[in-house]
């Protein structure tokens, strides 16, 4: 058994069709009907039920199908990391992060690297602090920017930088007019809060209780804007972090004086586990653009 007769197979198995199968593999049909045939011998058991119309997988066959696919897929990876070994000014960096991060933080630092490293590109998403966390811990992405509460065993982590988050009010409320307040005078307010899913939830939560009360909520959002919308529309107040061009007709943003309101952002990969060269170089720019960033804050 070879990497070709999976191959074969696959396609085989994708097409139903030893004419367009064979085709597709610029193969002879004898030749292709030869090789699955010793392929069905060396797994003891035919594969395919032969139809007037042409072939179909038959039980035994769905459940090599589903093997082959995954050892095809593995070894396709082993090429790829070893290709990256050998390649290191090439790649695709897999990179998740949270929302506020998405209009200037990330793609400055992306712009800035691929000015050094051209060849190395990137497939971003946006989601979550505990999608990312998942997502990072379970190898689907190479590094998250978000926002972890506790610290993770397999993971290692970088802060890069601290966020305020602020009070926002609608525009008639009896504290728009504030620069700065005290959280503890919105304790009879009710809250525009995050989802559960979001790490903000519980953030937003712990600092209300530093000030002294439980938030009442009214409504719960997933992001920002969301929350900003349902606060402009009188349904509560809400703490958020700064959003660039967040639209400030309908809210007022309002610096909370006390308690401490700054939450942070930390860079986050895997400790284990393969880490391809463009992963490798980017971890490192971003660590040396954090040091100058606060040399240059000093």
Same mark, same amino acid.
């Given at each position: 058994?070879?990497?070709?007769?999976?191959?074969?197979?696959?396609?085989?198995?994708?097409?139903?069709?030893?004419?367009?199968?064979?085709?597709?593999?610029?193969?002879?049909?004898?030749?292709?009907?030869?090789?699955?045939? %010793? &392929?069905?011998?060396?797994?003891? @058991?035919? !594969?395919? =039920?032969?139809?007037?119309?042409?072939? #179909? $997988?038959?039980?035994?066959?769905?459940?090599?199908?589903?093997?082959?696919?995954?050892?095809?897929?593995?070894?396709?990876?082993?090429?790829?990391?070893?290709?990256?070994?050998?390649?290191?000014?090439?790649?695709?960096?897999?990179?998740?992060?949270?929302?506020?991060?998405?209009?200037?933080?990330?793609?400055?630092?992306?712009?800035?690297?691929?000015?050094?490293?051209?060849?190395?590109?990137?497939?971003?998403?946006?989601?979550?602090?505990?999608?990312?966390?998942?997502?990072?811990?379970?190898?689907?992405?190479?590094?998250?920017?978000?926002?972890?509460?506790?610290?993770?065993?397999?993971?290692?982590?970088?802060?890069?930088?601290?966020?305020?988050?602020?009070?926002?009010?609608?525009?008639?409320? %009896? &504290?728009?007019?504030?620069?700065? @307040?005290? !959280?503890? =005078?919105?304790?009879?307010?009710?809250? #525009? $809060?995050?989802?559960?899913?979001?790490?903000?939830?519980?953030?937003?939560?712990?600092?209300?209780?530093?000030?002294?009360?439980?938030?009442?909520?009214?409504?719960?959002?997933?992001?920002?804007?969301?929350?900003?919308?349902?606060?402009?529309?009188?349904?509560?107040?809400?703490?958020?972090?700064?959003?660039?061009?967040?639209?400030?007709?309908?809210?007022?943003?309002?610096?909370?004086?006390?308690?401490?309101?700054?939450?942070?952002?930390?860079?986050?990969?895997?400790?284990?586990?393969?880490?391809?060269?463009?992963?490798?170089?980017?971890?490192?720019?971003?660590?040396?653009?954090?040091?100058?960033?606060?040399?240059?804050?000093?």
């Amino acid at each position: 058994m070879d990497m070709y007769q999976l191959k074969y197979f696959q396609t085989l198995a994708r097409m139903c069709s030893f004419t367009k199968a064979a085709d597709e593999l610029v193969l002879s049909q004898p030749a292709l009907s030869r090789s699955i045939s %010793r &392929l069905e011998k060396e797994v003891g @058991v035919p !594969l395919f =039920e032969r139809k007037s119309r042409g072939i #179909v $997988l038959n039980r035994y066959g769905e459940v090599f199908l589903k093997h082959v696919n995954q050892a095809v897929w593995q070894i396709e990876e082993a090429k790829q990391e070893i290709h990256n070994m050998v390649d290191p000014a090439h790649g695709t960096i897999l990179l998740s992060f949270i929302q506020p991060l998405g209009s200037s933080f990330v793609p400055d630092l992306i712009s800035d690297f691929q000015k050094q490293k051209p060849g190395i590109q990137f497939h971003l998403t946006q989601d979550t602090t505990n999608i990312i966390l998942s997502k990072v811990e379970s190898a689907e992405i190479d590094i998250g920017f978000c926002t972890p509460q506790e610290p993770l065993e397999n993971l290692s982590y970088l802060p890069i930088m601290q966020q305020e988050l602020f009070l926002i009010v609608y525009k008639d409320h %009896r &504290l728009a007019f504030k620069d700065q @307040v005290d !959280l503890s =005078e919105l304790a009879n307010d009710p809250f #525009v $809060l995050y989802k559960p899913e979001s790490v903000l939830h519980d953030m937003v939560e712990k600092i209300c209780h530093d000030a002294g009360f439980h938030p009442q909520k009214s409504f719960e959002a997933f992001e920002e804007r969301t929350v900003a919308g349902l606060v402009g529309a009188k349904f509560g107040v809400a703490l958020i972090p700064f959003v660039p061009g967040l639209d400030m007709q309908k809210v007022s943003l309002i610096r909370i004086r006390k308690p401490h309101s700054l939450i942070v952002i930390q860079m986050v990969w895997r400790t284990n586990g393969y880490i391809s060269p463009a992963v490798t170089h980017f971890k490192s720019f971003a660590e040396n653009t954090l040091r100058i960033a606060k040399k240059v804050e000093l």
